[in-house]
């Protein structure tokens, strides 16, 4: 491309400024780039502390849920009675551009939904567990999610930053070379020319 630019002080002019703004471009990724990683790691740090909360709480609520259809034989007409959960909101928050989303839950479990007369403490808590559980799988979706956005807008703003640092700014500065050395060059060629003229007028009687 630098080969397609006429060698013109207002190109040259010009160059420089795209190599300027390219440059900036190419630091404003990279501190963008490197924000979104940090935020990565958070998630990623969460998620994994998370996963094993989440394990060990199903755990914990299936044996609670085996313990209850032992004592109670199956327990399908009491869960029935558990209503609907409606109580989720989906909200985002912003990182250097990119919106990771933030689910909320009011929640609203103080009142066991089944009467006490044929249950019995297991059931109790196996409900309790499987409130916790769904507590934290609501949470683990929320960073997952927010690793799986912040990946790929890592992942496209790595590529810009390449395409800056490896094409255009090699591209200007090649331009910028390439006009400089022409005109220092016809700057020469002028200077001799001026030089052989005036020594011209001289021998001139």
């Known amino acids: 491309m630098a080969e397609q630019v006429f060698p013109t002080k207002g190109n040259l002019i010009a160059a420089k400024r795209n190599l300027a703004l390219c440059k900036l471009g190419y630091d404003l ?14 998630l990623v740090d969460q998620a994994k502390e998370l996963r094993g909360s989440l394990e060990q709480t199903y755990a914990q609520a299936y044996v609670c849920l085996q313990e209850a259809n032992i004592t109670l034989g199956v327990v399908d007409r009491f869960a029935n009675s558990v209503p609907l959960d409606h109580q989720m909101t989906l909200e985002t928050r912003t990182v250097m ?10 929640a609203n479990d ?18 309790a567990a499987f409130c916790k559980a769904r507590d934290l799988t609501l949470v683990l979706a929320e960073a ?10 890592i992942a496209a703003t790595q590529r810009r930053a390449n395409a800056l640092k490896n094409v255009l700014i090699p591209r200007y500065l090649g331009i910028v070379r390439m006009i400089s050395d022409s ?21 001139q009687p």
């Not at 066991?112 to 007369?117: E, R, S």
């Not at 997952?144 to 807008?153: T, V």
């Open 97 to 106: 551009g990119v919106e990771i989303p933030m689910l909320r839950h009011e």
């Open 183 to 203: 005109l220092e060059e016809k700057e020469r060629e002028e200077f001799t020319r001026m030089k052989i003229i005036k020594e011209q007028k001289n021998e």
């Open 29 to 42: 990724m990279d501190r963008k780039r490197n924000v979104l990683i940090r935020e990565l790691m958070q």
């Open 144 to 153: 997952d999610n927010g690793i799986y956005r912040l990946a790929n807008a």
């Open 110 to 127: 103080p009142l066991i939904p089944y009467g006490f007369l044929s249950t019995n403490a297991e059931l109790d808590e196996a409900y």
